[in-house]
């Protein structure tokens, strides 16, 4: 079985600061951790994603995550966040243990503050 | 198209109705997702198809929903008797295969049932 759970439901940041999202996951086997963001009336776009290897993993638009296997987190960090930030992200997981099917958090929506 | 496509982008449909949703997964992609999601919510798994495998429909949440997938590629997700409980966003994904690679998503149809 697998699992995951994003800590707030709304994260609120000014302009310049610091993005940090968070994601925790529950796997029994190896997971593929995956972050995703929505904006208004679209689909879902990959920012990036952990399978093997190196554990911290960088995205598109400045977007990085660190897979810790010790905490079961994949968090997201931005260093800067922008105003084109604003949306709707979602951490995924699949695994053997999921059929590789992606278990999606409820999302975090980001609101950036000029 | 090189993306996912789906249609209708928008249903307005009576309770009572049928409505059937369509998925033009990225060609080649054998894999295929239909999730939902609600507003405020996650994205809530539907139905997997992986192939010539049967079909994945443990998260269909009722069985006036169903799917099926012709020759491998379109997809038609039909929603019977509808609910107001259904109106929701539809959203399809494709993956190039099961495993560590990501699902590429559809814009999603947004379905409302008055």
């Known amino acids: 079985a697998q699992s995951v759970t994003q800590l707030g439901s709304h994260v609120s940041v000014s302009e310049g600061a610091l993005v940090l999202l968070r994601c925790n996951y529950s796997s029994s086997v190896p997971p593929y951790l995956f972050w995703y963001v929505q904006y208004p009336n679209q689909g879902l776009q990959l920012l990036l994603k952990?399978?093997?290897?190196?554990?911290l993993v960088k995205g598109i638009n400045g977007f990085e995550a660190e897979f810790k296997k010790s905490e079961t987190s994949f968090h997201l960090t931005k260093p800067s966040a922008h105003m084109s930030d604003a949306a709707e992200y979602f951490c995924?997981?699949?695994?053997?243990?999921?059929?590789?099917?992606?278990?999606f958090g409820r999302g975090t929506s980001l609101i950036v503050h000029p | 198209g090189a993306g996912v496509s789906q249609s209708p982008s928008n249903k307005v449909t009576e309770k009572g109705k049928d409505v059937e949703l369509r998925c033009d997964p990225i060609?080649?992609?054998?894999?295929l997702y239909w999730y939902r999601q609600s507003l405020g919510q996650g994205l809530e798994f539907l139905i997997y198809?992986?192939?010539?495998?049967?079909?994945?429909k443990s998260g269909l949440p009722s069985d006036r929903f169903s799917a099926e997938r012709t020759g491998g590629s379109v997809s038609t997700l039909t929603i019977q008797r509808t609910q107001q409980e259904d109106s929701a966003v539809y959203l399809c994904a494709s993956n190039p295969r099961a495993g560590h690679t990501e699902a590429f998503f559809g814009q999603g149809t947004r379905l409302t049932v008055v």
């Open positions: 952990y399978t093997t290897g190196a554990t």
């Open positions: 060609s080649g992609h054998t894999a």
């Open positions: 995924a997981v699949s695994s053997s243990g999921g059929s590789y099917i992606p278990t």
């Open positions: 198809f992986q192939g010539n495998s049967a079909p994945d």
